[in-house]
């Protein structure tokens, strides 16, 4: 891969899940990385080793505080916009947490990139901006999107406000519709969740919806390593979109046997909730056309499946689980 040591890197949710991968990956390709995060679920101990790293600083505040990102942002080349809700259902059930988190954060974002002349935007959107289409796999292309979680809504804002600034204030954008990231330091997601269900009671596991559903799963380093692939191999737009993720899926039930599996656990009885949907929002079926990043010539190395396994079990080596 080739790479630049000359770019001032902010990353925004910079302790979370994604983001503290993403500054571990940038400081070891010698940039020089400002890290963002208000800590609503990111972590001080993910970002903690490398405060003593010569090119990493790290700020705890808010996206929603414009005057303090403005100061923040100064002399940085490129934004990795990471930070938002992570809490879909949360989300839906108070709406005001995706409009402040994903929409106004990300207006602000916008706002100190042009206030300060920073010229280049990583955002991480969502594969929730489609919605439930008809055509699968789905290209970028499909449409109407029509988003069935506020969460979705509000990365479709984002989107929209995105490729207008791109248009009109000269902000170049790559926009990454992210499958379902998975790895070490994930604090919510089906696997997740298995984990913590199956410590309580690993004779059962309960299972939201009908268990039916199948969705791309890919590890948390490929996810940085597509994003910045297309980030230095793509520079001829003033913005565009991009499918994240992998071809190949895995059915929900499919993720409580590997779960059950890499727990030593056998004879696990699977209980189903019922409907299609695992929650009000729930898209059940996550089917990407992966196309364009692969003509870009980058695609993912590791299949669905064994990005779950792998997740799993790095999820059962954390201590804190």
Not at 159 to 181: C, D, K, P, T
Not at 253 to 282: C, H, N, S, Y
């Amino acid at each position: 891969m080739v790479t630049t040591n000359d770019s001032r890197f902010l990353v925004t949710g910079a302790a979370g899940f994604i983001g503290s991968h993403m500054v571990e990956l940038l400081l070891s390709q010698g940039h020089v990385v400002t890290g963002y995060d208000n800590l609503s679920s990111g972590r001080q101990e993910w970002v903690d080793p490398l405060l003593k790293h010569p090119d990493f600083q790290f700020h705890k505040a808010d996206l929603l505080d414009l005057n303090t990102l403005i100061q923040v942002m100064q002399g940085h080349d490129v934004v990795i916009h990471l930070g938002a809700n992570t809490d879909i259902p949360g989300g839906n059930s108070n709406p005001q947490i995706d409009l402040d988190n994903c929409t106004i954060a990300t207006y602000n974002v916008l706002q100190a990139m042009r206030q300060n002349g920073t010229r280049n935007l990583l955002f991480a959107s969502s594969s929730c901006v489609y919605g439930e289409v008809e055509i699968l796999p789905t290209p970028e292309s499909v449409g109407p999107m029509l988003p069935i979680s506020l969460y979705g809504a509000g990365k479709m804002a984002c989107e929209g406000l995105i490729s207008a600034y791109s248009h009109l204030f000269g902000i170049q954008a790559w926009m990454f519709r992210f499958g379902n990231v998975v790895g070490a330091r994930m604090g919510h997601g089906v696997i997740y969740d298995f984990i913590a269900k199956l410590k309580r009671n690993p004779e059962e596991l309960e299972i939201l919806g009908d268990g039916q559903g199948e969705k791309n799963f890919f590890l948390v380093e490929e996810c940085i390593d597509g994003m910045l692939y297309a980030y230095r191999n793509l520079k001829q737009k003033p913005f565009d979109v991009y499918n994240l993720g992998v071809e190949s899926t895995t059915k929900i039930t499919a993720i409580g046997q590997i779960v059950a599996e890499e727990m030593g656990l056998k004879d696990v009885k699977f209980r189903t909730t019922g409907g299609r949907q695992g929650w009000p929002g729930d898209v059940p079926n996550v089917i990407y056309d992966v196309g364009k990043m692969s003509r870009l010539g980058w695609t993912a190395k590791h299949s669905s499946s064994e990005a779950v396994r792998t997740a799993a079990r790095r999820l059962l080596d954390q201590q804190s689980l």
